[in-house]
């Protein structure tokens, strides 16, 4: 049974102003349901801002050294200390290092695990909702432990970029054994969109490869021998394993944070005169360039997260909306990029930008490989009576460039329902 549209709005920063603005309503047995606009929303506006169920940094994220807070995500190095690290130049000094947001005064750590937290709020936060059933406490290096043993696990059948995370499922049932209301929660988790058992089997297939079936076994077993719980067990039972799996895998928004983007972000805010302006820029440009050698794409510290209302916007591939998270900790804003109306349904984009410059017959390719369903938005139904088709030679660009995005993370964007 779906979570009542109340709930839908519990998670958000306003839930009054959310619900006033949007509302979620049934589409079809195709779409399942939808957001819509209640009243007229103009480009760049807040729609809501929302805070997910559970959130959890990636794996191989954490083991790179991307320190974040085990809460709310938000980078805990200064954007000076994350630059050197990620340019891999250790005296690098920062302009303007009074515009980096990071307190490390702040931070505190828990007394049982040491893992780190950027407030005492977030610590608490933590601890009431799903840490003391996952804190290690002396045992947090122990390779024995049977939650390393799962994150081991999950991390050798799963290179980055990462697609999901195993601990986003442990969170899942960690918040229900600590709460005392633990229908309430499950509530919550059975409001995202469930899938067929040949779907399940598919996602299954993507996140885990060629060895998917016996890999699947393995985190099982793993997950079961870490946290089983009597009141969950149709989470622990095979197939209510692979649900949780492909609930995860398909309803987790993947979520950035960086103090160094924010620490840019504030530099270009600066009110400078010209040449301090072209200086600062330059230095910024080089900064990249370096970080680009050394690092490559991997800047943020990453991590996904199940947000309810977010959950029910539909793909399009001309949206109206997107999600950012522009405070730098696991806080979703879902913005307007352009006027909407109101019935309206407001809608995201499961592919980036460069893929909705792509062919239709690309497009397509794209989300029923990655999110299972044949896309009829408007733009691709105006482009269905055109010529569709492209030469050898593009398509064999597109080809190259598709393999690029194999590895994408599937958390970057919600699926269909």
């Not at 009054?16 to 047995?29: H, M, Q, T, Y």
């Not at 606009?37 to 729609?47: E, N, P, Y």
């Not at 870490?226 to 009141?231: F, G, I, W």
């Not at 095979?238 to 530099?267: D, K, M, Y």
């Amino acid at each position: 049974m779906a979570a009542p549209v109340d709930d839908m709005f519990s998670l958000c920063v306003d839930p009054g102003k959310a619900a006033s603005g949007v509302e979620v309503r049934f589409i079809d047995n195709v779409k399942g349901k939808g957001l819509f606009a209640k009243r007229s929303i103009k480009k760049g506006d807040a729609i809501f801002i929302e805070r997910p169920l559970v959130s959890s940094q990636f794996l191989w994220n954490s083991l790179y050294k991307y320190k974040a807070c085990e809460f709310c995500l938000r980078a805990l190095e200064t954007a000076e200390e994350n630059a050197r690290r990620l340019s891999g130049i250790p005296g690098l000094s920062l302009p303007h290092p009074e515009l980096c947001r990071v307190r490390p005064e702040l931070h505190q750590a828990c007394p049982q695990c040491q893992v780190m937290y950027c407030s005492s709020e977030c610590r608490l936060a933590a601890a009431d909702q799903y840490h003391r059933v996952l804190c290690l406490g002396p045992s947090q290096e122990d390779p024995d432990h049977p939650i390393n043993k799962l994150k081991d696990a999950w991390r050798s059948m799963h290179y980055p970029p990462e697609t999901s995370s195993i601990m986003l499922m442990a969170r899942m049932v960690a918040v229900v054994k600590q709460d005392k209301d633990k229908a309430h929660w499950q509530k919550l988790f059975s409001h995202f969109c469930s899938r067929t058992a040949n779907e399940e089997e598919e996602i299954a297939h993507k996140l885990l490869g060629e060895k998917f079936r016996g890999q699947l076994v393995l985190l099982h077993s793993l997950f079961t021998a870490a946290l089983h719980d009597d009141h969950l067990s149709r989470w622990f039972v095979p197939e209510g394993f692979r649900s949780l799996f492909a609930l995860v895998g398909t309803n987790g928004q993947g979520i950035g944070t960086s103090s160094l983007s924010q620490w840019v972000h504030a530099c270009d805010a600066l009110e400078l005169p010209a040449q301090q302006r072209e200086q600062l820029d330059s230095f910024i440009d080089q900064l990249y360039k370096d970080i680009e050698k050394e690092t490559g794409d991997f800047l943020n510290c990453e991590g996904s997260g199940l947000f309810l209302l977010q959950s029910s916007c539909n793909h399009c591939c001309s949206p109206n909306a997107e999600a950012s998270f522009p405070d730098n900790n696991f806080l979703l804003h879902l913005r307007a990029l352009g006027d909407i109306k109101p019935g309206e349904e407001i809608c995201i984009s499961y592919l980036d930008c460069c893929q909705r410059d792509r062919s239709r017959h690309s497009r397509h390719k794209i989300l029923r490989e990655n999110y299972l369903f044949v896309c009829s938005c408007p733009k691709c139904v105006s482009q269905m009576d055109e010529l569709d088709a492209t030469s050898e030679e593009e398509e064999e660009e597109e080809g190259e460039a598709e393999g690029e995005t194999e590895g994408d993370d599937m958390e970057d964007e919600m699926t269909d329902v």
